[in-house]
């Protein structure tokens, strides 16, 4: 007779809300709906930011530093992605209430967010959705769609109504 295997929980009773972010409208909705929820819950959220960095070898983003010909400066994308990050939540902090962190991680978006909800111990994942591609992957978004399939937790999906 063969020995029963139990899983852990993929999910925390009391773990935080997961919201992964891309700084679009979106994702401010999405955050909006989980800081609402947080309240509700009792619980913290967590904010992710993915740098979607393919390869080994790290991206840049050029920079303006003045107008007409002068220079432009290279900023590495996760140093860039950090002070945006940090420009996206800081409407939000007030309303958190201290109630807010963050993560920002480089990878693949769908695989790294899972990643980041595990070891957070996550209760659910939050994610907007532009829903831009595709047919069915339109109707909510390929990457917000990737983490519905691939979560092991409640996922909720939030798109920021427009008129």
Known sequence: MSEAHTEQPTTTPDGPILVAVDFSIHSAAALRWALGEAVVHNC??????VVNDPGAAPGYYLEPEGAGD???ALSRMDERAAAMLQGFLAPFE???GGILDSVLVSGLPSTRILEVAEAQGARQIVVGSR????????MLGSKALRVAQLAELPVTIVKEATT
């Open 131 to 138: 829903g831009r591609t595709g047919l069915f992957p339109g």
């Open 94 to 96: 007030a309303e958190a």
């Open 70 to 72: 002068e220079p432009v």
């Open 44 to 49: 913290n959220v967590v904010v992710v930011h």
